[in-house]
């Protein structure tokens, strides 16, 4: 609203007399809030079930539901028009790396993803935007008959459809709702069966995601509320209480299945463990032998070694039977104090219990790290400077893959913000030598124009999850150096290493990079024809005709062939990581093979393919085949797909 409007509207309400009605309406408000919407609106059937119950007719049932719930479910599950381009520039060691960064609006890269890596991520994080009154610049929509998200347009501010959401606004919750339901319901089929997601969360929205958790994930697969305790000195100047935590929010896409790993006991638990008696068995520590459930069987004296004999205490009883104590004793495993006579305790040794410790749901920051330290990790990163507001700590990322993940698994983040997520997968990777992979997936939303991220040349938030990715690597690859270990440089295509020191430096460096991904409108051309009213139809139709040939002569002379072969492959369910191979043997036509590590296809996207090669694919039927429609004709189409069925593939 313009300042001019606002300024009349007031001034109008300055000079009218006392709204009762509006008085009158917040004082029932104030009385019975129940009867009001979430968005502050009189709830009419409310009411008149408060005035006349029996005149109110309806069925109820248990459900959670917001304006637009319906067409967000739609949305999540419409497929869309874009693709993904490869960013060779900005990639780092792309060969020898799995490890994706996608520039793009999150929804239309989780349908992307939704083919190929389906049931093949087995942790997703994410950190979205808390609902804070701001507006959020996400669309749900990425239509390739529309200007590209990243263009100015009437709806766009910044380049970026801007999705109002203020805390005025009557669907305030239900624009939250709307914007995180569609991408969580996507976001599942990513999960492996034992996979599990993670959702850092505040207080204003905690109680709606659990609701819409508990529908896209199930109830039954709730884990847990951790609570972080995000800072560690309270903030005096809060008008009520100091907010000193955030929620991490945990379901299982199967809870019988997954199962969190242990966390590595710490030096202070290990040194818990004493042997004051020497006992082979190594160090221990003592446990209580009651229990506060009574049964009058495990009511009984225990003698001594010194001759005393002990009781629990009144209403408390041991927690063995009197056979099960006599056998403890005899093992050695009852300590009875190193005088011999204190209240008896059973002994656990070390090497008895599980290999490290269960999770507890509230994480200290002495533990995983709080806001400010994560402030500290990224400035050090960009040499002092601070570009961006908002950053996770590194170890608190490092507590989730641990609880999560195995050395070879697959972590997604789809709202990848400054990149701490890779951050810390590329760290535990080089400190266990595991092989995780991450996908992180970040909007190209605008930096503000006098922040110092812009004027150091960071236009985008994808910029600096590039960067600050780029910038690990380069120091793990500056430590190996300085412990004259051997290592390529990522960044400069000049080596002198001989082929023996390539091949070590490689294993070395085995899996540290990324290769980046932008996301953009389809190569393939839309069908915009409209017939002229004015012609014939017998000249509509050759001028349909002359259409479809010139917009099939773009997929040759318009678009990059890389580009359209990425796609090709990713809407064949093939992974990113994929490589091509030239096929030497075709003399007719330029063929590729290619392959993720599991799917595998022959590609040709020549404008004509050749007779020669035609009656090779007839005869060769073991590889698939993908080539262009519209170098086929009838018959040769006709042919392939008689000899080769399902493994021949017209795009």
């Known amino acids: 609203m313009s300042n001019d409007k606002q300024h009349t509207e007031n001034s109008m309400e300055s000079v009218q007399s006392h709204d009762w009605n509006k008085e009158r309406l917040e004082q ?79 929804l239309a890269v989780l349908k992307l993803l939704s083919n190929s890596y389906r049931e093949q991520v087995k942790c997703i994080y994410i950190d979205p935007p808390y609902n804070t009154g701001k507006d959020f610049v996400y669309s749900d929509k990425f239509n390739q008959d529309k200007k590209e998200y990243w263009e100015n347009a009437e709806i766009t501010e910044n380049g970026f459809k801007i999705d109002t959401n203020t805390e005025t606004d009557g669907r305030f919750h239900s624009n939250w709702l709307n914007m995180m339901y569609s991408r969580l319901l996507i976001a599942r089929q990513l999960l492996k069966e034992d996979g599990v997601i993670f959702i850092s969360i505040d207080d204003n929205e905690v109680h709606h995601l659990r609701k819409l958790c508990d529908e896209v ?33 945990v379901y299982a896409k199967n ?64 927690r063995y039977s009197k056979e099960k104590v006599v056998e403890l004793i005899n093992d050695n495993r009852v300590w009875f104090g190193a005088s011999g006579d204190n209240v008896p305790r059973v002994k656990r040794f070390l090497t008895d219990v599980k290999d490290g410790i269960t999770p507890i749901t509230i994480w200290y920051h002495k533990d995983v790290g709080h806001n400010q330290s994560a402030t500290q990790e990224l400035r050090r990163i960009f040499l002092g400077e601070q570009y961006f507001d908002t950053p996770k700590p590194v170890s608190l990322l490092e507590r989730i893959i641990n609880l999560s993940m195995s050395n070879n698994d697959i972590i997604l983040d789809f709202f990848a913000g400054s990149g701490t997520t890779g951050q810390a997968v590329t760290e535990l990777n080089q400190e266990d030598g595991g092989n995780r992979k991450y996908i992180l997936v970040q909007l190209p939303e605008a930096t503000d124009e006098k922040s110092e991220a812009f004027k150091a040349g960071y236009k985008k938030i994808s910029d600096i999850t590039i960067e600050r990715n780029k910038r690990v690597v380069e120091t793990i690859q500056k430590e190996l150096k300085e412990k004259k270990e051997a290592t390529p440089d990522l960044f400069s295509n000049a080596s002198t290493s001989s082929a023996q020191e390539k091949e ?38 050759e001028l349909l005709k002359k259409y479809i040939k010139e917009k099939e002569a773009q997929l040759i002379s318009a678009f990059n062939k890389e580009e359209l072969i990425t796609e090709i492959l990713i809407k064949n369910g093939f992974k990113l990581n994929y490589t091509l191979t030239k096929q030497e043997e075709f003399k007719k036509n330029d063929i590729h093979f290619a392959t993720d590590g599991n799917k595998e296809a022959l590609i040709c996207l020549d404008g004509v393919i050749a007779d020669e090669t035609i009656e090779y694919f007839k005869t060769h039927t073991d590889q698939k085949l993908i080539v262009l429609e519209r170098a086929l004709d009838t018959t040769k189409k006709w042919n392939l797909k008689h000899a080769m069925g399902d493994k021949f593939n017209a795009f």
């Open 28 to 106: 029932l408000k104030q009385l019975m809030p129940d009867l009001f919407t979430n968005d502050g609106k009189l709830n009419i059937s409310e009411l008149k079930k408060v005035i006349d119950p029996k005149s109110v007719n309806e069925t109820e049932r248990y459900e959670f539901r917001w304006f637009g719930k319906s067409n967000a479910k739609r949305e999540a599950f419409t497929p869309t028009d874009a693709t993904l381009v490869y960013d060779e520039e900005r990639s780092v060691n792309p060969t020898e790396s799995e490890n994706l960064i996608i520039e793009g609006e999150n």
């Open 504 to 541: 070590s430096e490689q294993e070395q460096l085995k899996g540290l990079g990324f290769k980046v991904f932008k996301l953009q409108k389809s190569n393939f051309p839309r069908v915009e024809f409209a017939p002229d009213p004015e012609k014939t139809e017998e000249e509509n139709i």
């Open 255 to 318: 809870k019988e299945i997954f199962r969190p790993n242990l966390l590595e006991r710490s030096e202070e638990a290990i040194s818990r463990y004493k042997n004051p008696d020497n006992d082979e068995r190594g160090v221990w520590v003592s446990g209580d032998m009651t229990v506060k459930t009574y049964n009058e069987n495990y009511d009984f004296e225990i003698t001594t070694p010194s001759g005393k004999k002990i009781s629990p205490p009144k209403g408390i009883c041991w």
């Open 217 to 249: 994930f199930g109830e039954d697969n709730f884990i847990s509320n951790v609570i972080w305790e995000k800072k560690f000195a309270p903030s005096n100047d809060a008008k009520w209480f100091s907010d000193n935590h955030d929620h991490i929010i």
